[in-house]
């Protein structure tokens, strides 16, 4: 249990940190222990839930093409909304509109991930990874991003809200189907 074993950070998804306050932990509150949310949306409920629960909570984001963690977000005490947050160190990210140029603050938009996390492609799919991993305008000569599929605007704050999915690609167990 994570109460009697000493603990400190506990990373799972939203629907696995759903089954583990179900349960139970060994020791309630988890006062001492630092939850990470991640693989999933988490919901504004779920995350009231949780932080209440534990001495922090993070919000991370990032599909596995980019070594799953890309962004991160720490939830207050009491938290009105969820963020993915701010990139982490040696990543990149963008909201952009179909041409690949940056929105406005504020206006939706397709979240792309540079940096030392982002995968080389999909093996075996050629045409999959040119429509996903495409040259860098922003960054030096030679290097990409990742196109997720997901919809992010840009906050005053310089943080992301994550707003969906913009295309219909599926994935099993993190690699893209169809």
Same mark, same amino acid.
């Given at each position: 249990? =994570? ?12 629907? !696995?940190? %759903? ?5 139970? &932990? /060994?020791?309630?509150?988890? &006062? ?5 949310? /991640? #693989? ?27 070594? =799953? ?14 963020? =993915? #947050? ?34 080389? #492609?999909?093996? !075996? ?13 922003? #960054? ?17 704050? !310089? ?12 994935? =099993? %167990?993190?690699?893209?189907? !169809?």
């Amino acid at each position: 249990m =994570i109460g009697t074993e000493g603990v400190t950070h506990v990373q799972a998804t939203p629907s !696995g940190w %759903r089954v583990v306050l179900t349960a139970g &932990t /060994g020791v309630e509150p988890l &006062t001492t222990v630092t939850a990470l949310a /991640g #693989g999933e949306a988490l919901p504004l409920p779920l995350a009231r839930a949780l932080r209440a629960r534990t001495a922090r909570l993070f919000n991370v984001y990032g599909p596995t093409e980019t070594t =799953i963690w890309s962004t991160c977000a720490e939830i207050p005490a009491a938290p009105e909304q969820v963020r =993915i #947050g701010r990139p982490i160190a040696d990543t990149q990210v963008y909201v952009v509109d179909e041409h690949l140029r940056p929105t406005p603050l504020g206006i939706p938009g397709e979240l792309l991930i540079g940096g030392d996390g982002v995968a080389r #492609g999909y093996l !075996g799919r050629p045409e999959l990874t040119a429509e996903r991993f495409v040259p860098n305008p922003f #960054g030096p000569p030679g290097t990409r991003l990742y196109r997720t599929g997901d919809q992010a605007a840009r906050t005053p704050d !310089g943080d992301l809200d994550f707003l969906g999915r913009i295309d219909d690609q599926v994935k =099993i %167990r993190g690699h893209p189907c !169809g």
